[in-house]
């Protein structure tokens, strides 16, 4: 019988070049938020892909872009990191935007800051939304400016390409046993995955700046004899003048929110979940370190 293998592939990319949506895809469970804003992902996210005897952990990591602010500068760090930590790192590219100067810039940054003998693929991705002459293109382009492992054209959302890419993949891993019991599909805690949903939904609803500025955290979480599950949670905002944003008119805007992420936790558990929303005000939670950790991040110095 041949040896198991298991190991870890980074997704990295520029913000919305669909990190999260294909690593919900390749799991099939929704293990990392999506939204149309840039971003969204702040951590390193887990999923746990099993084929036959092999293992893949895919990392989606935060979207890497120039960092401005403390917490950017955090979420371009986890990013790096994952890939540094990596077996193999797959740059996503989103097939409509091309090679901008973002994916430019990922590209050398890369090759001064990762292992040159680490397996580097490229994944286009939403080829569903482009002409098939704008792909073969942006291939030359790709070659033009490095070397890649390999160049897989993907959908996510459509599932297409993907097991050619793992299937690739898992030979790169190396032999050992399986990091991940064969029922689990990612390491995120439930308490943790019920505020990433959560300020999903609140991302979803509000404009500019304000979702950059607020974070979720779970505070209590209360399991009951009849199966349903009580959950108190804590949304946190920079400025006092948030909070009637937040509630929205007659709180119906954290009323909707609280409803829909309700519902989409209630269908991935299996039960009832009683959810109930609290605003808080703390000027300091983009300087509180245990913010940060609850969000899988280190606290970079100021």
């Given at each position: 019988?041949?040896?198991?293998r298991?190991?870890?592939?980074?997704?990295?990319?520029e913000?919305?070049?669909g990190k999260?949506?294909?690593?919900?895809?390749?799991?099939?469970?929704?293990?990392?938020?999506?939204t149309h804003?840039?971003?969204?992902?702040?951590?390193?996210?887990?999923?746990?892909?099993?084929?036959?005897?092999?293992?893949?952990?895919?990392?989606?990591?935060p979207?890497?872009?120039?960092?401005?602010r403390?917490?950017?500068r955090?979420?371009v760090?986890a990013?790096w990191?994952g890939?540094?930590?990596?077996?193999?790192?797959?740059?996503?590219?989103?097939?409509q935007?091309?090679?901008?100067?973002?994916?430019?810039?990922i590209?050398?940054?890369?090759k001064?800051?990762?292992?040159?003998?680490?397996?580097?693929?490229?994944?286009?991705?939403?080829?569903?939304?482009?002409r098939?002459d704008r792909?073969?293109?942006?291939?030359?382009?790709?070659m033009?400016?490095?070397e890649?492992?390999?160049?897989f054209?993907?959908?996510?959302t459509?599932n297409?390409?993907?097991?050619?890419?793992?299937?690739w993949?898992?030979?790169?891993?190396?032999?050992?046993?399986?990091?991940?019991?064969?029922?689990?599909?990612g390491?995120?805690?439930?308490?943790?995955?019920?505020?990433?949903?959560?300020?999903?939904?609140?991302?979803?609803?509000?404009?500019?700046?304000?979702?950059?500025?607020?974070?979720?955290?779970?505070d209590?979480?209360?399991?009951?004899?009849?199966g349903?599950?009580?959950?108190?949670?804590?949304?946190?905002?920079?400025?006092?003048?948030?909070?009637?944003?937040?509630?929205?008119?007659?709180?119906?805007?954290?009323?909707s929110?609280?409803?829909?992420?309700?519902?989409?936790?209630?269908?991935?558990?299996?039960h009832?979940?009683?959810?109930?929303l609290?605003?808080?005000?703390?000027?300091r939670?983009?300087d509180?370190?245990?913010?940060?950790?609850?969000?899988?991040?280190?606290?970079?110095?100021?």
């Open positions: 019988m041949s040896a198991t298991a190991g870890f592939v980074a997704l990295i990319g913000p919305n070049a999260s949506t294909m690593l919900n895809a390749l799991v099939g469970v929704k293990l990392s938020i999506v804003k840039v971003q969204t992902t702040r951590g390193r996210i887990r999923g746990v892909l099993n084929i036959e005897r092999d293992q893949i952990i895919f990392v989606d990591t979207g890497l872009f120039a960092p401005k403390r917490l950017d955090a979420m760090s990013a990191a890939a540094g930590e990596a077996d193999a790192v797959v740059l996503l590219i989103d097939a935007k091309g090679m901008s100067g973002g994916v430019k810039r590209i050398e940054q890369y001064h800051q990762i292992d040159p003998e680490k397996p580097f693929a490229v994944a286009v991705n939403k080829i569903d939304t482009v098939h792909l073969l293109t942006l291939t030359t382009e790709i033009e400016l490095h890649f492992a390999r160049v054209y993907v959908s996510s459509r297409d390409g993907l097991d050619d890419m793992a299937e993949l898992r030979g790169l891993m190396p032999e050992g046993p399986w990091l991940y019991p064969e029922d689990q599909v390491d995120a805690s439930l308490r943790s995955i019920a505020a990433e949903m959560t300020r999903e939904k609140l991302m979803l609803r509000l404009h500019q700046e304000l979702p950059y500025q607020l974070t979720v955290g779970t209590k979480w209360d399991d009951h004899a009849d349903s599950v009580r959950i108190e949670q804590t949304v946190y905002i920079a400025k006092e003048g948030h909070r009637p944003i937040v509630l929205g008119k007659g709180g119906q805007t954290l009323k929110v609280g409803q829909d992420s309700r519902r989409e936790l209630a269908e991935m558990m299996g009832p979940v009683h959810l109930f609290h605003v808080k005000v703390d000027p939670w983009l509180d370190g245990e913010r940060y950790a609850e969000m899988g991040l280190d606290l970079p110095e100021s």
